[in-house]
Structure formats: C-alpha cells, structure tokens
C-alpha cells in the first residue's frame, strides 16, 4: 500500500528492484504517535480535570486534528496509486496491519472533533452551527466520559499501530520485533507529553506530564534495550541488522540525538526541575520531541538498511 520507489539509494543485502522510503513515512509515523500520545493525555485530562476552564484537554484536540492531517497528508505522498486509496475502507482485512491503521484513523477524526466542540475557541464561537453541536453534546450527561474514553483507547490503538505497520514487515530484521510497537507508543506518549508540557496553561498540568514524561523516558530507554538485547542474542541477520545502529552508519545519530539528546539529556533536566531544583523551561521538551522524530527517521532507513 506504501510505495518503496521513493528513494532511490541501494544498499548491500537489499534487493535492487526495492527502492528506498523517503521523508514522508518517518514524518507520517512521528505525527501519528504523537496524535496517540496527545489523545491519550487528552482523554485523561478530559475524564479528571473537565472542570478546570484552562485544562490541556480543551486546546490539544484542534492541534491534534492539524497535526494528525499533515501527517495523513504525508502518507497521501508516498502512496504509489493515490487515486485508489478510498479502496481501503471497501473491506477490513483481519490480518492487514494497514487495513486496521485506515479504520482506527477515521474513527479517530470524530472522536477528536468532539473533543474539540465540548468547548469552542473563540474564534470558532462566531459559528451558529458549531455553537448549536456544542450545547447538544455538552447537554448529554455521559458525553464526557464516552468521549475521555474514546481518546484513551483509540489513542492507543493509533500508538500501537504505528509501529505494527513496520514489525509486520518481515522481510526487514531490525523492523521485525514484537517490541516495536511498544516503543513507538511510549515515544509518541513521551513526545506528546513534552508539547502538551510547553503548551499547558496550567502550572499543576506542566509538573503533572513532567513526572509523567519522566517515568515514560525511563520505560522507553529500557524498551531499546530490551529490543537491543533480544537482537544481539538473535540470529546473525538480526545482530547485522541492529549493529545498523550501534556500530554503523546510523549509530552517530542513535547515540547522539535519540539516546542522549532525545532521553537521558530531558530526562535529567526534567528530574531536576520537578524537584524543584532548577526552573521548567522549554529545553527538555523540545529535545524530546526532536528525538521522537529522530528516532523515526532512523529506524525507517537503519530497518531499510537490513535484510536477508
């Protein structure tokens, strides 16, 4: 369904008819998991907090509706027959990873939308019609939680998603793991958690995703290396695939702006700050998300890389 004729580099090990994923893929599954993650957030907020007039759970969903178009955007660009991409939602193929992927994502549409209308920006208030979806659904005593809910688990379905899109593919040793989609969950999480933290209105919301992204990059540097280990102790093709990253090309990047950078570095900073040690500022988040999308970056072309 995604082309592979976007790049046209070839390495050794790989089949010279297969051409190389460009930008778009790593973009559309960087954007993904951080709209799982914000929705995630979102529908907590939402279910704890729906009260508190400035909570996060009224700004991300709009934010999340942009971000998660461009990244479906994206995806338009790297598929090989764009006219044809409505065929997807003829059939639900149980053991397509991309068929699911479609569905979860126009389920994912409404259920942000209604987030979005439980309470209207100001500029969107000017609307008679948004104004009238507005007053009915906030008039529905359970609105909230169907809604909260429907965040939760469609945030997560959507986080899982983007990383059983890659694992699924066999043909590619470092993609193929049970743990990626794991992974590919806490980073969006941990990413999402980090911009919901710069953007949050409310101080107690700000120290609450620090804590929280805190305690998600801990998880996350032991998820790689759990994925490191079980590959190393793996079949030559799978300890030739992961060294792509611990010893080859991509390990500089790896090393430097996912592991440091993008986790230990924010992690410190944060672990400093929620004890009150130095100031929240906007340094550990924005490297958080910078790593997210490294990370992407680098397990798209490193997973390129690698093969029987």
């Not at 529905?140 to 965040?151: D, E, L, P, Q, V």
């Not at 924010?266 to 004890?275: E, G, K």
Request: one cysteine or more; glycine letters at 8%.
């Amino acid at each position: 369904m995604m082309n592979e004729l976007t790049n046209t580099r070839h390495n050794p090990g790989i089949d010279p008819s297969l051409h190389f994923w460009g930008w778009e893929i790593p973009v559309y599954l960087f954007l993904g998991g951080m709209v799982a993650g914000m929705m995630i957030i979102s529908g907590y907020f939402l279910y704890e907090k729906k009260e508190e007039f400035n909570c996060s759970c009224y700004q991300i969903p709009l934010i999340s509706l942009i971000l998660l178009s461009v990244g479906m955007f994206s995806l338009f660009l790297d598929l090989e027959h764009k006219l044809y991409f409505w065929r997807l939602y003829t059939t639900l193929k149980i053991s397509s990873p991309m068929s699911w992927g479609s569905w979860i994502l126009l389920l994912v549409y409404p259920v942000i939308a209604a987030n979005a209308l439980i309470q209207l920006p100001d500029f969107m208030k000017k609307n008679s019609f948004l104004n009238m979806l507005s007053g009915k659904l906030n008039s529905i005593r359970s609105s909230y939680k169907i809604i909260a809910y429907g965040n939760m688990i469609l945030g997560t379905a959507l986080g899982i998603y983007t990383g059983v899109l890659l694992s699924s593919l066999g043909a590619r040793p470092l993609w193929n793991t049970s743990i990626l989609w794991l992974l590919f969950l806490l980073s969006g999480l941990s990413g999402a958690a980090a911009f919901v933290h710069l953007i949050a209105k409310n101080k107690e919301e700000r120290v609450l995703l620090a804590k929280t992204d805190n305690k998600v990059i801990a998880a996350e540097l032991i998820v790689i290396f759990l994925m490191i280990i079980n590959m190393l102790s793996s079949s030559e093709v799978h300890i030739n695939a992961v060294n792509t990253i611990l010893t080859g090309a991509y390990a500089p990047a790896f090393w430097v702006f996912v592991i440091t950078a993008g986790l230990l570095i924010p992690l410190l900073i944060q672990t400093l700050a929620v004890n009150n040690k130095i100031r929240h500022t906007a340094v550990a988040p924005i490297l958080v998300i910078a790593g997210g999308l490294v990370l992407r970056f680098i397990i798209v072309y490193a997973g390129q890389a690698s093969g029987y």
